[in-house]
């Protein structure tokens, strides 16, 4: 190889998405150099990826206590405003994006501003961030690309063809968990049932939102977000063995899919490298042994977060950051035994009826509706207790 290698800045270091990335960077040798890897507050798993990754330095978002004696003698920078100076960090090539939830808003922006190629997997800043991260986006010299897989199949599948030749974008569930489940069964589930996975093995929230489609709803609105198409054009089917990743149809008729085997590995290093194709490790796609490919409708009326999500995205404003927020705290509700699995949507649902819509312009826009579907929804959490 030739060129320098480049310089990657992992924010989420110690999650999934973190370290699926970790792995991939590592499979690649030489090509990629880690800058900075973050975590939240889980300092001792920072420090065993740091000694085997050595970046330049590390960020814990969360101060630790005195007693917390890292044995990685490496740089170590701590809080909100270091992590925030990691995103924007002009050592960088790239940035991962794989913090979770809201709090990943700040670093989109931070990255994107400063002219960087974000591989985006905290979807949440996009959906509750909305106009303001795709203006940080076209403003600037940077780069949005997408991990999710469904929107990284769609993002290779337009291959750069504008949003007026798609007539439909097709995003493929895997249906969680409870999709042959009869909904008067929900009220028995519990945070264990719906942290097993069928397909994916992710973060806990991620999980959670994949059981109650919350995810989809959440993947219709960035689909919108990152390809320019309208909520009319956004469908999703359930494909329960995750093979095909998405589809886009072309209004010649062509429709084009993109298929592999589920690891988020496959994603994370398009993300990385795209267009280029790099070598990987990967289970071959074999269409005999894999198939058929199975396909059946969204039983959209057992997972009422599916369209309260979609409706919240086409009322668009402040709505999709609200919709983000409620379902932030009734999902750590649900895992914290306070909330049944059937209250998450009906917490949600009250704080949507109970918020007044307003435009994003600024991001204080967002800021206040977030703190304040937070605010109502953690209410509404103790009501149904
Ligand atoms: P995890 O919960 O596994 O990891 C989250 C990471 O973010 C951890 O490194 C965590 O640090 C850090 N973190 C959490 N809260 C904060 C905070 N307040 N400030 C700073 N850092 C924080 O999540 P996943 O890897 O599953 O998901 C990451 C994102 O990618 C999510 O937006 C998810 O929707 C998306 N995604 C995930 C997929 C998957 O397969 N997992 C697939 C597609 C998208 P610590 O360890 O210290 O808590
Ligand atoms: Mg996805």
Sequence with gaps: ?????????????????????????????????????????????????????????????????????????????????????????????????????YAGLESTLAALGAGHRLALANKESLVAGGDLVLDAWRDGPGELIPVDSEHSAIHQCLAGRPPREVSRLILTASGGPFRELPSDRFGDIQPEDALAHPTWSMGDKITIDSATMANKALEV????????????????????????????????????????????????LYALSGPERLPNEYRNFDPVADGPLVFESLRSEQFPMFELGV???????????????????????????????????????DVLTRMTPRPVTSIEDVEAADFEARTLARESVIRLN
């Design 1 to 101: 190889m030739t060129s320098s290698p480049k310089g990657v800045v992992l924010l989420g270091a110690t999650g999934s998405i973190g370290r699926s990335t970790l792995r991939v960077i590592d499979r690649q040798g030489d090509r990629f150099r880690l800058v900075a890897m973050t975590a939240g507050s889980r300092g001792e798993s920072l420090d065993e990826l740091a000694a085997a990754m050595n970046p330049d330095y590390v960020v814990l978002a969360r101060r630790p206590s005195e007693r917390f004696e890292p044995g990685w003698t490496g740089e170590w920078r701590y809080g909100r405003e270091a992590l925030a100076e990691a995103a924007a960090d002009p050592a960088a090539d790239l940035v991962v994006n794989a913090l979770v939830g």
């Design 221 to 268: 609105i960035e689909a919108h977000l990152l390809f320019d198409v309208p909520y009319e054009k956004i469908e999703v089917v359930v494909h329960p063995s995750s093979i095909v990743h998405s589809f886009v149809e072309f209004r010649d008729g062509s429709t084009i899919a993109q298929m592999g085997h589920p690891s988020m590995e496959i994603p994370i």
């Design 311 to 349: 409706s919240a995205g086409r009322a668009g404003g402040t709505q999709p950051a609200a919709y983000n927020a409620a379902n932030e705290v009734a999902v750590r509700s649900f895992l914290d035994h306070r909330l049944s699995f059937p209250g998450i949507p009906e917490v949600v649902e």
